[in-house]
């Protein structure tokens, strides 16, 4: 396969491996998936769950973008 296909290009750009990069989506997903269902019991229950959807996101959105100053970084040594 070629190192350019539309299949690899992404992994290329993040520098990342296939199973280290799903592995990291599975998380984030199911993270973002818990934190939805958190939200929705706050929003019929709202004495429950109270900060669950903002930690989610908060928590999230850090992970997020240390993981994608780490891909940069890589990329950037990788061109240098």
């Known amino acids: 396969m070629r190192s350019d296909s539309f299949l690899t290009r992404h992994l290329h750009d993040a520098g990342e491996g296939y199973f280290e990069h799903m592995l990291f989506a ?7 998936i818990l934190g939805g269902i958190g939200t929705i019991v706050h929003a019929i229950f709202p004495f429950l769950c109270v900060c669950t959807g903002s930690n989610a996101i908060f928590g999230l959105h850090d992970e997020v973008m240390k993981r994608r100053k780490e891909c940069e970084e890589r990329r950037t040594r990788g061109n240098a």
């Not at 599975?26 to 973002?32: D, H, P, Q, T, V």
């Open 26 to 32: 599975l998380k984030i997903g199911f993270r973002l």
